[in-house]
C-alpha cells in the first residue's frame, strides 16, 4: 500500500482548496508511477489519497484519474485517508462506488468513526484500516508530564503542555481496565480488531520487539462484551488540539 500526497503538499485537507491544487488527474497518475517504480512493482495493491475533502467530491477528474489506474491494472484498490477527528468527510466520495478503504483515526479515545463511517462501510463492503491506534503514543502508557521530543517532532504539538495535562489523567483512569497478563499497548489494539468494520490496523514500529508484540495481537482473542462496554465509556470527542 501507498499514498499520493496532495499537490499543494498541505494538511489536512481544507474545502478551501481547489481540486486542481491538491488531486488534478496529471498528480494522481505521476506519483502512482513513481511508487511503483520506486517498489519494483507493475501493480500496488492499495493506492490511497493521503488527505481528503468531500468538498472536492464532484470533480470528474479525480474519478476518471482513479478508474483508469485500476482498468489498467496499475492498482488493485483504491483508499482514502481522512482527515483527523473528521470520520464523516469522506462519505460523499463513498457514494462514488470508487473507493475500496477508508483510513481513519479510531483507536480507545477517538471512537466517534462508530457513528456513520463504520456502519456505512459494512454497509458497502468498504475495508477500514484504523490509524494512530496509540493516540500517538499517549495509549502505550509511556508519557510522562516532562516528556519531550527532538525538534520537528510532531508530537510537540500534539501533546503541548495543556493536551498533555488533559491526556495524562485520560490514561490514567484506563490503566486499571487493563487485565492481567496484558499491557495497555495490548488492550489500546484489541479493542480496535474487536470492532467487524475494521480490516486492520497500523501502529508505528521502531523495534523488532514491538513488531512482536503487536503482530501477536492478531490471534483473535476477543476482549468480552464486559471489557469492550467500560473502554466505550473513555471516548474523548475532539476537534482539534488544544492550541
Known amino acids: 500500500a501507498t499514498k499520493i500526497p496532495p499537490k499543494n503538499m498541505k494538511w489536512p485537507g481544507k474545502?478551501?482548496?481547489?481540486?486542481?491544487?491538491?488531486?488534478?488527474p496529471t498528480h494522481i497518475r505521476e506519483y502512482t508511477e513513481k511508487?511503483?517504480?520506486?517498489?519494483?512493482?507493475d501493480t500496488v495493491d492499495l493506492q490511497q489519497f493521503h488527505v481528503w475533502?468531500?468538498?472536492?467530491?464532484?470533480?470528474?477528474?479525480?474519478?476518471?484519474?482513479?478508474?483508469?489506474?485500476k482498468r489498467q491494472r496499475l492498482i488493485r484498490a483504491f483508499g482514502i485517508s481522512v482527515n483527523r477527528w473528521e470520520a464523516t468527510n469522506v462519505l460523499r466520495a463513498l457514494d462514488t462506488g470508487l473507493v475500496d478503504s477508508v483510513q481513519v483515526v479510531y483507536n480507545v479515545f477517538d471512537q466517534a468513526p462508530e457513528d456513520e463511517l463504520f456502519p456505512y462501510c459494512q454497509q458497502h463492503g468498504i475495508a477500514i484500516i484504523a490509524r494512530v491506534p496509540f493516540d500517538e503514543g499517549s495509549l502505550t502508557g509511556t508519557l510522562a508530564a516532562d516528556s519531550k521530543w527532538p525538534d520537528g517532532d510532531f508530537r510537540n504539538m500534539y501533546f503541548n503542555p495543556e493536551q498533555l495535562a488533559a491526556t495524562l489523567p485520560r490514561?490514567?483512569?484506563?490503566?486499571?481496565?487493563?487485565?492481567?497478563?496484558?499491557d495497555l499497548p495490548e488492550l489500546a489494539l484489541r479493542f480496535i480488531?474487536?470492532?467487524?468494520?475494521?480490516?486492520?490496523?497500523?501502529p508505528g514500529m521502531r523495534k523488532a520487539p514491538h513488531v512482536a508484540e503487536n503482530t501477536s495481537v492478531s490471534d483473535g482473542r476477543r476482549l468480552g462484551e464486559g471489557l469492550m462496554a467500560e473502554l466505550r465509556h473513555h471516548r474523548w470527542d475532539r476537534t482539534h488540539v488544544i492550541p
Open 15 to 24: 474545502a478551501e482548496y481547489p481540486i486542481a491544487d491538491t488531486y488534478p
Open 193 to 202: 480488531l474487536e470492532h467487524p468494520a475494521v480490516s486492520t490496523t497500523i
Open 53 to 69: 475533502n468531500d468538498a472536492w467530491v464532484a470533480d470528474e477528474g479525480w474519478q476518471r484519474a482513479v478508474d483508469d489506474l
Open 35 to 41: 511508487s511503483l517504480q520506486n517498489l519494483g512493482l
Open 171 to 182: 490514561v490514567d483512569r484506563l490503566r486499571p481496565l487493563v487485565p492481567e497478563g496484558m
